[in-house]
């Protein structure tokens, strides 16, 4: 069996500083661990860029000098990202390609030339061939999604993905891959152990992503089942652009807006970013309002002599989390539900520092967006309240 495993490790930037030490010990170090432990093994990692910032900012530059000697030892690919890990489809092209370049800057003064990125990761696999178009302009060749984001996987089973071609992006020439999503969605190390028992394991190829913190902080792994099927001598680890250039065939696809949290539901209703922008949530939309005053206030002025503290508080504002937390979805298979009115909060007040800190801005629309900032934050702790009656 082969197995491509791809984590995707960040923190919001405006993270509580032990709340980042335990993670990183935890996780991070966990699974550096492991890999140190097993030299055989390979993963695929996505650092974004505020988490290294984090790192080095707060005594835990230890952890990227043992990716760095991972990477020596060919057991890490790192891939590019968007620094403030923002929705990338929900943003104007001109923050996508500064968050991308924000990204490059920091993991390159991080890693030197050992960052040599050739794939890249969507925040949350939020497609579209919009983003996809200035990702390849950026100078990336492959991308990962979720498997929901091609029609024909979901559609016509008989037409689905296979393992053993490389795809292109049709009419873009970006090349993708797609994550198992039913494995993906398990704690994956069981999953694969199951799949090693099976008569037919010989010949699987299983591609999984998740979030890095999955091991050690989300899910405790007191059997020690990811360093036990690392040891297998049934298993193969391969990074991602290794098990591309080990293709062979190609085929062109379209795909479709989504991310690797869509539902089939959301998709034929359009509503392909559910969990950050959804028509059918009015605080999505009073947030968005607030987001988007911020975003014209900058591209406005442009010469503003505190424009460096305007954008750097609007890249906090963009954090997927702020609207990750406001869209109260259940996970039923995980027993969570993201709300969280103090995180909500934390992204409307960078908004707001955002609108704030523009000398040259006109005082009516820092007045309107006080108003706004504050209806928001009335709303969610009145939506709060009625939840816990």
């Given at each position: 069996m082969i197995w491509i495993n791809f984590l995707h490790i960040y923190q919001p930037p405006y993270q509580d500083k032990e709340v980042l030490k335990w993670v990183a010990k935890e996780s991070y170090e966990y699974i550096l661990t492991v890999l140190e432990k097993n030299p055989d093994a390979k993963i695929t990692l996505n650092i974004t860029g505020c988490l290294t910032e984090q790192l080095l900012g707060n005594g835990l530059s230890e952890i990227l000098e043992r990716i760095k000697k991972l990477i020596q030892n060919e057991q890490i690919e790192l891939v590019g990202s968007a620094k403030f890990h923002p929705i990338l489809p929900l943003i104007p092209e001109k923050e996508i390609v500064r968050q991308i370049e924000l990204n490059n800057k920091i993991n390159?003064?991080?890693?030197?030339?050992?960052?040599?990125?050739?794939?890249?990761?969507?925040?949350?696999?939020?497609?579209?061939?919009?983003?996809?178009?200035?990702?390849?302009?950026?100078?990336?060749?492959?991308?990962?999604?979720?498997?929901?984001?091609?029609?024909?996987?979901?559609?016509?089973?008989?037409?689905?993905?296979?393992?053993?071609?490389?795809?292109?992006?049709?009419d873009i020439g970006l090349q993708v891959i797609f994550r198992d999503r039913e494995i993906s969605n398990t704690y994956?190390?069981?999953?694969?152990?199951?799949?090693?028992?099976?008569?037919?394991?010989?010949?699987?190829?299983?591609?999984?992503?998740?979030?890095?913190?999955?091991?050690?902080?989300?899910?405790?792994?007191?059997?020690?089942?990811?360093?036990?099927?690392?040891?297998?001598?049934?298993?193969?680890?391969?990074?991602?652009?290794?098990?591309?250039?080990?293709?062979?065939?190609?085929?062109?696809?379209?795909?479709?807006?989504?991310?690797?949290?869509?539902?089939?539901?959301?998709?034929?209703?359009?509503?392909?970013?559910?969990?950050?922008?959804?028509?059918?949530?009015?605080?999505?939309?009073?947030?968005?309002?607030?987001?988007?005053?911020?975003?014209?206030?900058?591209?406005?002025?442009?010469?503003?002599?505190?424009?460096?503290?305007?954008?750097?508080?609007?890249?906090?504002?963009?954090?997927?989390?702020?609207?990750?937390?406001?869209?109260?979805?259940?996970?039923?298979?995980?027993?969570?539900?993201?709300?969280?009115?103090?995180?909500?909060?934390?992204?409307?007040?960078?908004?707001?520092?955002s609108i704030r800190a523009l000398k040259n801005l006109d005082n009516k629309i820092k007045i309107d967006a006080e108003y706004l900032a504050a209806e928001v934050k009335k709303d969610v702790w009145q939506t709060h309240w009625k939840r816990l009656n």
């Open positions: 390159k003064e991080a890693f030197g030339d050992l960052y040599n990125p050739s794939g890249f990761f969507l925040p949350e696999m939020a497609y579209s061939d919009a983003v996809a178009k200035v990702i390849r302009d950026s100078g990336f060749k492959w991308i990962i999604l979720d498997e929901i984001s091609s029609p024909s996987r979901i559609k016509n089973k008989e037409l689905s993905i296979k393992d053993d071609v490389k795809y292109f992006i049709k994956v190390p069981v999953s694969i152990e199951e799949m090693l028992k099976s008569d037919k394991h010989d010949d699987q190829i299983v591609i999984t992503a998740t979030d890095g913190e999955l091991y050690g902080h989300h899910h405790k792994d007191f059997d020690n089942k990811l360093e036990k099927v690392l040891q297998s001598d049934k298993l193969q680890t391969l990074t991602v652009s290794e098990y591309i250039n080990s293709l062979n065939e190609i085929e062109q696809i379209d795909l479709r807006n989504s991310s690797w949290e869509s539902t089939q539901e959301e998709l034929d209703k359009d509503i392909p970013f559910a969990l950050w922008k959804n028509p059918e949530n009015p605080l999505h939309e009073k947030l968005w309002q607030l987001a988007n005053i911020a975003i014209e206030a900058i591209e406005n002025n442009s010469e503003d002599p505190d424009l460096y503290w305007a954008q750097l508080h609007l890249d906090y504002g963009l954090a997927s989390c702020t609207f990750w937390w406001a869209s109260a979805k259940k996970f039923h298979a995980l027993g969570l539900e993201s709300w969280n009115p103090e995180e909500i909060n934390k992204g409307v007040n960078q908004l707001l520092k």
